[in-house]
């Protein structure tokens, strides 16, 4: 079946570091990949997304390319704020009718913490 | 209102109470999620309904129940919990077609079994 393996954390950086979050994922087909991030206390957002190879999704100053020959989403961004401290979910969507399923079904890897200090 | 919301934010029962967590839905999607967040485990999907078809996860126990009287709301009614249920539970919508599947998730409802 679908899986995503993300990095394990925590990640600690300090601001202005540069930051890097592996994952990887395991699909038929072709799926649509996502980050989402996850704030103390909140639900998930959508940060971004790439919906076939080589697409490169951005928001935030963060950035992720899809590579279909790596199987592979990383995250990554130049110079990280403490505002950037949450946690970073990878996830693939497997569009309806693959596996059986009547619905887009959407896999997420194990979720990353980061912190950063000032 | 815009986007999913989900009330109530936070939830303290005991394990003989039956009380119920509500999600509603402005974007105009056809497929509702519960989803359940445990500490230090990867999110767990509950439940699904696409276009009025309910898709379960089959590890699930039965003292969680799920309603969706139409394309808009999904309740999750708890009856006799016990405390390894106390988690954050996420609500999400999507456009079951047409659309990339991504997920819209509300805040949560941060539930606490005495």
């Known amino acids: 079946g679908d899986s995503v393996t993300q990095m394990e954390g925590p990640v600690t950086l300090s601001e202005e570091a540069f930051l890097t979050i592996n994952c990887t994922y395991t699909a038929t087909g072709y799926p649509s990949l996502f980050w989402y991030v996850q704030y103390p206390g909140e639900g998930l957002q959508l940060l971004l997304k790439a919906t076939k190879a080589d697409d490169k999704g951005s928001n935030k100053g963060f950035e992720a390319t899809y590579r279909k020959e790596t199987t592979s989403f990383h995250l990554e961004k130049g110079s990280v704020q403490v505002s950037d401290s949450a946690v970073y979910f990878c996830a693939l969507s497997a569009p309806p009718g693959a596996g059986g399923t009547s619905y887009g079904k959407l896999t997420f890897g194990q979720g990353t913490i980061l912190t950063v200090h000032p | 209102e815009t986007g999913v919301t989900q009330t109530p934010r936070h939830l303290v029962m005991g394990m003989t109470n039956k009380k119920s967590l509500k999600c509603e839905q402005h974007l105009g999607h056809n497929a509702m999620y519960w989803y359940k967040q445990s500490a230090k485990k990867p999110l767990e999907l509950m439940f699904v309904y696409s276009l009025e078809e309910r898709v379960e996860n089959n590890s699930v126990p039965s003292r969680f129940s799920p309603e969706c009287p139409n394309s808009s709301h999904l309740f999750l009614h708890l009856h006799t919990l016990q405390p390894e249920d106390s988690a954050l539970y996420l609500c999400?919508?999507?456009?079951?077609?047409?659309?990339?599947?991504?997920?819209?998730f509300g805040e949560g409802s941060r539930l606490t079994v005495l």
């Open positions: 999400a919508s999507s456009q079951r077609t047409g659309g990339t599947g991504e997920l819209f």
